[in-house]
T-cell receptor, first 109, second 113 residues
């Protein structure tokens, strides 16, 4: 059975801290891994990763994939209150997408 | 472009009633899908379509039907609503099944009493 597991389930940090969110997966027919941000509404796309070891960056956010160990991490440096959200990891396999349960991040001023 | 639109935004049903959640996209996307999101469960795929006339089941298809008669529209039908179907429903689309970035609609919050 295909599955995606995210950790931690929730995280509370202070502004300026750096956080690392984890996503591990066990799927057949892996195509890509995607990260989304969800702020009490529809998820919005952050990154898509298909190759191991190649870091994707967007401002203070970065992500990397390890296809041998079957996991990905999402790093957020110098966190801001606007980073407070649920971060979702999804794996694209065949014609379907499997989502993890998400990590809820709260950034305190 | 309006992107992905969903109606209604909110709905309350009684057990046994049927209804259709509407989803439309104006981006000429081939791939469309329906998810439900429940607390602590993440997003779970209900049904998906790789093009007009083609649909298939996802992880949790029981109690739901879909059809895809046009590229733009992908309605989700609840045949006989049950309290277990209380959830937030999201429709999503992408250019094709090989193009991975999905665009999500705003969601429909459904309560079944």
């Amino acid at each position: 059975e295909d599955k995606v597991v995210q950790s931690p389930l929730s995280l509370v940090v202070h502004e300026g801290d750096t956080v690392t969110l984890n996503c591990s997966y066990e799927v057949t027919n892996f195509r890509s891994l995607l990260w989304y941000k969800q702020e009490k509404k529809a998820p919005t796309f952050l990154f898509m990763l298909t190759s191991s070891g190649i870091e994707k960056k967007s401002g203070r956010l970065s992500s990397i994939l390890d296809k041998k160990e079957l996991f990905s991490i999402l790093n957020i440096t110098a966190t801001q209150t606007g980073d407070s959200a649920v971060y979702l990891c999804a794996v694209h396999t065949g014609n379907q997408f499997y989502f993890g349960t998400g990590t809820s991040l709260t950034v305190i001023p | 472009n309006a992107g992905v639109t969903q109606t209604p935004k909110f709905q309350v049903l009684k057990t046994g009633q049927s209804m259709t959640l509407q989803c439309a996209q104006d981006m000429n996307h081939e791939y469309m899908s329906w998810y439900r999101q429940d607390p602590g469960m993440g997003l779970r795929l209900i049904h998906y379509s790789v093009g007009a006339g083609i649909t298939d089941q996802g992880e949790v298809p029981n109690g739901y039907n879909v059809s895809r008669s046009t590229t733009e529209d992908f309605p989700l039908r609840l045949l006989s609503a049950a309290p277990s179907q209380t959830s937030v429903y999201f429709c999503a689309s992408s250019y094709s099944v090989r193009y991975n970035e999905q665009f999500f609609g705003p969601g429909t919050r459904l309560t079944v009493l």
